[in-house]
């Protein structure tokens, strides 16, 4: 056929879906469940006049909206021709989620996507060896994003491998546990899940069980870092007590995994060193990617065999990172400036949106190269290695004129097993405050404290306050004294319902500060928000409803 894919997200609004399918002209209209269709045929459709089709996947064949009864009509004709595609021709238009503004539509070429399947490859020895035929995933990533579509969809088929479908995010520990994965594609919050859990059962524990967890952890780490060339090898009473430990500890939260993992990969945002370090003491070395949509999506990553952690890799073959200074100009190996990339990943462009197609697709230093500004701010060694330091609209001034980029210190207090969620706050104020969402288990858990307690109560019990105030400060003691928050509040968690998180779970930050513009106020004792006073983030933005 020849047509393009425009995926959208079953989380979406019915307004989404509706500016998406008039703003790419799409003429059909694929709904996976009846509950879908049911609201895309009430709410959609009679805005969306250029919509031909409708077809629901799973109706029963026979019923006239189903795909089935599509399929055995098509049966009973003659063959369409096919109508094969050029490398050249527009495969995917897949929207933005949104972070900030109108989603844009960004065009994906088959050559696009197919320079990340065979990128890949490249990145090992033996190109079948990246993802084998053997391996088995769990997805649970949507695959209306390029990430979740891109490098496991399309990179499980290309290479052989086979996947199981997770039924959702409730249910991943329990979805682990019945397809066993060789491999998997996942964002840092699965992987802190696990880290969080392990901790608090660790803290939970009698002393014998909990210097057991401990002793089993820290030898993991010794052999990782031997491993990696960076420490010793283990003595030999140490691997004694590593073989002994590793099968009545670490081989239980492998377990949590479902027991077969060669290794995993990490992307969709940043996953703090902790995190990945962890993995690696358990036995399960994760692999940090970097990429965005426009890149189809990915720009560097680690690989299983050549990995340094706290890094998002080097580049895929034909891919060339440019790290671009304040003045324009490339900068020096290991300076830091706004990371830049061109290749055969380079998205087409933003769908019948010129203008912003220009903002990020400039000529590059070569005088003939597309170059694409990915507005994250970064640094790259001389060798090769891709660090991300934050974001270039993320980042802000204080009142005293000191850039502060947040993303660092977020992780950093998100690091801690107390905290779920975290945002910054202080464009032009004083000093840095924080909305925090608490994990409010591990805090029952810590103190005892019963399930009947409201959360409310939890939230001014002086304790409670008192330990995430050490959290912050032990955290964030590696930070600038003017980066840590003076000041925080606890708030309701962010979701995909309330808009705070794009469907791939990425916190819409200028969201949540507008709706808790008035919480961030009296953080810095005023009554309330004056209407010329501009937002903590620094951002220009309408206020959100």
Request: charged share 25%; with cysteine; net charge negative.
């Amino acid at each position: 056929m020849n047509a393009t894919l425009v995926p959208m997200y079953e989380a979406q609004l019915p307004k989404d879906w509706a500016y998406i399918l008039n703003d790419s002209g799409c003429s059909a209209l694929f709904c996976a469940t009846q509950d879908i269709f049911d609201r895309a045929s009430a709410e959609v459709l009679p805005s969306t006049p250029g919509v031909r089709a409708a077809l629901c996947l799973d109706a029963p064949a026979g019923e006239p909206h189903a795909f089935a009864t599509a399929m055995d009509r098509a049966a009973e004709g003659s063959a369409a021709p096919i109508a094969a595609p050029a490398p050249d021709d527009l495969a995917n238009l897949v929207y933005t989620s949104g972070t900030t503004g109108q989603p844009k539509g960004v065009e994906l070429l088959h050559s696009n996507s197919a320079s990340n399947v065979l990128g890949v490859r490249h990145m090992v020895d033996d190109p079948r060896d990246f993802i084998r035929e053997t391996d088995v995933s769990l997805a649970f990533l949507p695959w209306a994003h390029s990430y979740g579509q891109t490098c496991e969809l399309w990179c499980a088929v290309a290479h052989g491998a086979s996947m199981g479908v997770g039924r959702g995010v409730p249910q991943i520990l329990e979805d682990l546990s019945l397809v066993r994965p060789t491999t998997l594609f996942a964002v840092p919050t699965l992987y802190k899940r696990i880290y969080d859990g392990v901790h608090n059962l660790m803290e939970a524990a009698n002393p014998v069980r909990k210097g057991l967890m401990k002793k089993a952890l820290a030898l993991g780490r010794k052999r990782s870092e031997a491993r990696a060339g960076s420490g010793p090898e283990l003595g030999f009473v140490e691997k004694l007590q590593f073989g002994a430990l590793d099968g009545i500890v670490l081989d239980k939260i492998r377990g949590r995994f479902g027991g077969r993992m060669r290794h995993g990969f990490v992307a969709g945002a940043a996953c703090p060193k902790e995190i990945i370090d962890f993995m690696d003491d358990i036995g399960i070395p994760i692999c940090e990617g970097y990429g965005l949509t426009e890149t189809s999506p990915i720009i560097s990553m680690n690989s299983p065999y050549n990995r340094k952690p706290g890094s998002v890799g080097q580049t895929l073959k034909g891919v060339e990172v440019i790290i671009v200074g304040e003045d324009g100009l490339p900068a020096a190996p290991g300076d830091e400036g706004e990371i830049c990339c061109t290749g055969p990943n380079v998205m087409k462009g933003y769908y019948n949106n010129p203008e912003a197609t220009a903002e990020v697709i400039t000529l590059a230093p070569d005088g003939k190269s597309r170059m694409f500004h990915t507005g994250d701010l970064g640094r790259m060694s001389h060798d090769g290695w891709v660090r991300i330091t934050g974001r270039l609209k993320e980042q802000y001034k204080l009142e005293n004129g000191k850039y502060v980029c947040p993303t660092p210190i977020e992780e950093a207090i998100g690091m801690s097993r107390f905290v779920a969620q975290v945002v910054l706050a202080g464009a032009n104020r004083p000093h840095n405050v924080a909305l925090i969402v608490p994990d409010w288990v591990s805090i029952r858990a810590e103190f005892g404290i019963a399930d009947a307690v409201s959360d409310d109560l939890l939230a001014s019990d002086e304790r409670v306050r008192s330990l995430i105030e050490d959290e912050i400060q032990s955290n964030c003691a590696g930070l600038k004294k003017f980066e840590i928050p003076q000041d925080f509040t606890f708030v309701a968690p962010f979701t995909a319902a309330n808009n705070m998180l794009t469907p791939k779970m990425s916190i819409r930050r200028h969201v949540v500060i507008r709706t808790y513009e008035d919480e961030v106020a009296l953080m810095y004792g005023y009554e309330k928000v004056e209407d010329d006073l501009e937002p903590a983030d620094g951002a220009k933005h309408e206020k959100v409803a």
